[in-house]
């Protein structure tokens, strides 16, 4: 008897050898493509490819809810100083509530998607989430957000397989998407726009417009807040004679600071705010984190604050720990626990504060 799963579709090669794949796994598969832009047709790649493989295809307009979710909020912390992370809000807030819904919806309990990750059984049976076997592509990082109880209702066709197999599987099947280039990290990214500058655009929401300041003077003037981002060196338009960096953001004054020394980037104490645990058991030592999508996960140990913030202390400093980016934690055979957002708040505070 076969199995029901609605599989979220793009359009792209990676859902579309998903489709390829749960097919072969004897799935009977509904395709639900997420419109999130206006004013724009249907991907033809993907009527294309959702009549060849003979698998109906559901169109849910999402883009109101995506501007208001995902876009506008974004714009936001942008303003505010932040870097957020739109991708890891997207997940939550928009795709896989909008997908579950229509699952629900159809009568229908597993969902899958094109994402590169896996799935791993616990000792007690449960679901728990673990990178994919091509580490270029792993997403897991992503999908920290998801709740344990969604993880059980998900399926990653790709998680076992490199994106060259991917790519050699969809030209042996004929599919009119194989040699379509992959997208681009972000829905709505402009290409040559900083992502900052591009939701500003879109939802008129700039950061303020302040001094750049070296060594506590003046070097400079800059036009928003939302086109920075800590540790950034290229497109300041300083001057200083030699390579300068972005150290922090006053998203009250609109200064930047800048440093010379990289040095001063590094951080190995940082708070993490809104955490979601995919996992009951979570060890104070012995885990990994990582506080960016293409960075390497580092040693930590954590100290808990609240029922949702903690402490992490790195066992080396790591260079531009910054405000509004993921820290997704991992355990030490690589599993994802869960993750939570770095916290704005400075320095000087967390010296200060005890862990519980």
């Given at each position: 008897m076969k199995k029901n799963i609605l599989l979220a579709m793009s359009g792209g090669v990676d859902s579309t050898v998903?489709?390829?794949?749960?097919?072969?796994?004897?799935?009977?598969?509904?395709?639900?493509?997420?419109?999130?832009?206006?004013?724009?047709?249907?991907?033809?790649?993907?009527?294309?490819?959702?009549?060849?493989?003979?698998?109906?295809?559901?169109?849910?307009?999402?883009?109101e809810a995506f501007y208001r979710r995902v876009l506008l909020p974004g714009a936001q912390e942008y303003a505010s100083g932040r870097t957020p992370n739109p991708?890891?809000?997207?997940?939550?807030?928009?795709?896989?509530?909008?997908i579950f819904n229509t699952a629900d919806e159809l009568g229908i309990t597993l969902i899958a998607t094109g994402h590169y990750?896996?799935?791993?059984?616990?000792?007690?049976?449960?679901?728990?989430?673990?990178?994919?076997?091509?580490?270029?592509?792993?997403?897991?990082?992503?999908?920290?957000?998801?709740a344990k109880e969604s993880l059980q209702r998900c399926r990653f066709p790709l998680g076992d397989y490199l994106k060259s197999e991917v790519r050699e599987l969809a030209q042996q099947a004929g599919l009119?998407?194989?040699?379509?280039?992959?997208?681009?990290?972000?829905?709505?990214?402009?290409?040559?726009?900083?992502?900052?500058?591009?939701?500003?655009?879109?939802?008129?929401?700039?950061?303020?417009?302040?001094?750049?300041?070296?060594?506590?003077?003046?070097?400079?003037?800059?036009?928003?807040?939302?086109?920075?981002?800590?540790?950034?060196?290229?497109?300041?338009?300083?001057?200083?004679?030699?390579?300068?960096?972005?150290k922090s953001i006053d998203p009250v004054k609109g200064n930047i600071e800048l440093c010379t020394d990289q040095k001063e980037l590094e951080n190995s104490r940082?708070?993490?705010?809104?955490l979601n645990w995919q996992s009951a058991n979570i060890p104070f030592h012995d885990l990994m984190v990582r506080v960016r999508y293409r960075s390497k996960s580092v040693p930590?140990?954590?100290?808990?604050?609240?029922?949702?913030?903690?402490?992490?202390?790195?066992?080396?400093?790591?260079?531009?720990?910054?405000?509004?980016?993921?820290?997704v934690f991992y355990d030490s055979e690589?599993?994802?626990?869960?993750?939570?957002?770095?916290?704005?708040?400075p320095e000087?505070?967390?010296?200060n504060s005890q862990p519980q």
């Open positions: 998903a489709a390829l794949l749960l097919k072969q796994q004897g799935f009977e598969i509904t395709a639900v493509n997420l419109k999130l832009q206006p004013d724009t047709p249907v991907d033809e790649s993907l009527q294309q490819s959702c009549e060849m493989l003979k698998i109906p295809l559901v169109i849910k307009d999402c883009c991708c890891c809000e997207c997940n939550e807030v928009l795709k896989f509530r909008e990750a896996k799935l791993a059984a616990d000792p007690d049976g449960a679901l728990k989430l673990v990178p994919a076997r091509d580490p270029a592509k792993d997403q897991s990082y992503f999908l920290y957000r998801l009119v998407c194989a040699s379509r280039p992959d997208s681009q990290d972000a829905c709505f990214q402009i290409p040559g726009e900083c992502c900052g500058d591009t939701l500003s655009r879109l939802c008129r929401i700039c950061g303020k417009r302040g001094k750049f300041i070296y060594q506590g003077k003046s070097v400079g003037k800059h036009p928003g807040i939302h086109r920075y981002t800590i540790g950034q060196r290229q497109g300041l338009g300083v001057a200083l004679g030699v390579p300068a960096y972005v940082f708070k993490v705010d809104r930590c140990t954590i100290s808990a604050l609240t029922e949702d913030s903690c402490i992490v202390t790195l066992a080396a400093p790591q260079r531009a720990v910054t405000p509004g980016q993921a820290a690589g599993s994802v626990l869960g993750g939570g957002v770095i916290s704005p708040a000087s505070r967390l010296e």
